[in-house]
């Protein structure tokens, strides 16, 4: 997070572990990707808690939560930016978009151009951390503010594509494939 935040909007953010995070109403997210009840597949989502009511003796990130009319995600592979959005009542449903793609009223995810601030921000972000590709998520305002929070270096991305085509599938083959590759 400290290094997103030297190219990109990052809401305040704290890692605790050990001790108790500063109290008030924040968004907590996983550190793993496991699911805590294995048998009915359960998985702690992105979630807005007290903070206070956080178990001390387990690792948390918080942060800040972000407002904005809808969630963003960007492909990042090589050096390119791909965007894409999906409108949804963030202030009415779940934290995180993962819990509504799957429910009758979800959107569809659709193609977004970024500004160029924020495509120099990821840019400069993947530079530094080093990473040839990745998915990067961001709450973003009726204005066009981007709010970053999270990038998965593992990031899933097919539901992303365009079935008929397979376009994005293809640029990332043509990546990890190509006589310049860094990425294999």
Avoid at 26 to 55: G, Q
Wanted: some cysteine; glycine content about 8%; overall charge negative.
């Amino acid at each position: 997070m400290t290094m997103a935040a030297r190219h990109l909007n990052v809401p305040a953010w704290e890692y605790t572990f050990g001790a108790g995070p500063t109290p008030g109403t924040r968004a907590v997210k996983a550190l793993i990707a496991e699911p805590l009840h294995h048998e009915r597949m359960r998985f702690l989502y992105t979630s807005i808690v007290e903070a206070e009511r956080l178990d001390a003796r387990y690792p948390w990130l918080l942060q800040t939560p972000a407002s904005g009319s809808h969630d963003a995600t960007v492909v990042y592979v090589a050096g390119d930016c791909y965007g894409f959005r999906v409108r949804r009542a963030r202030q009415d449903g779940p934290t995180d978009w993962r819990e509504y793609i799957n429910t009758p009223q979800a959107d569809t995810w659709e193609p977004l151009t970024l500004p160029d601030n924020v495509a120099a921000g990821i840019r400069a972000l993947m530079a530094d951390a080093r990473l040839h590709y990745g998915r990067l998520d961001f709450i973003v305002d009726d204005a066009g503010h981007f709010e970053f929070l999270e990038v998965n270096s593992n990031g899933q991305f097919g539901w992303l594509d365009d079935p008929q085509t397979g376009w994005l599938h293809e640029r990332i083959l043509d990546a990890v494939f190509g006589p310049r590759t860094t990425i294999a």
